[in-house]
């Protein structure tokens, strides 16, 4: 299972911006598909998550209510749409996918590992 995350950039605080996941090497309609971030010096967090099949996504509390987690599954691919972005929000994004239904915030159940995209927030 490849992972291929997209979609990162520089942007101003209050703005947008769209990442996305594609999966490839097999259908991941049994997968988990998350969404980490790790910013310089800190440890990488949890972002958002959401199984393939299911429609309760799961999402960190600094991100509640301006970011959202989609799904495709017919394309394998999952997207996260970031509003009202902040310059905290700034890091390396990742994706990463389990198999399975349980939509877990712990890193260390998540198996396969995009490659990482950059956002910038300026304030």
């Known amino acids: 299972v490849q992972l291929q995350a997209s979609g990162g950039g520089l942007v101003q605080a209050g703005g947008s911006l769209r990442l996305s996941c594609a999966v490839s090497?097999?259908?991941?309609?049994?997968?988990?598909m998350g969404w980490f971030r790790q910013a310089p010096g800190k440890e990488r967090e949890f972002v958002a998550a959401?199984?393939?099949?299911?429609?309760?996504?799961n999402y960190a509390d600094s991100v509640k209510g301006r970011f959202t987690i989609s799904k495709n599954g017919a394309k394998n691919t999952v997207w996260l749409q970031m509003n009202s972005l902040r310059p905290e929000d700034t890091a390396v994004y990742y994706c990463?996918?389990?198999?399975?239904?349980?939509?877990?915030?712990?890193?260390?159940?998540?198996?396969?590992w995009g490659q990482g995209t950059q956002v910038t927030v300026s304030s």
């Open positions: 990463a996918a389990r198999e399975g239904t349980w939509v877990f915030s712990d890193r260390s159940n998540y198996v396969y």
């Open positions: 090497g097999r259908t991941c309609s049994n997968y988990v």
């Open positions: 959401i199984y393939m099949r299911g429609q309760s996504p």
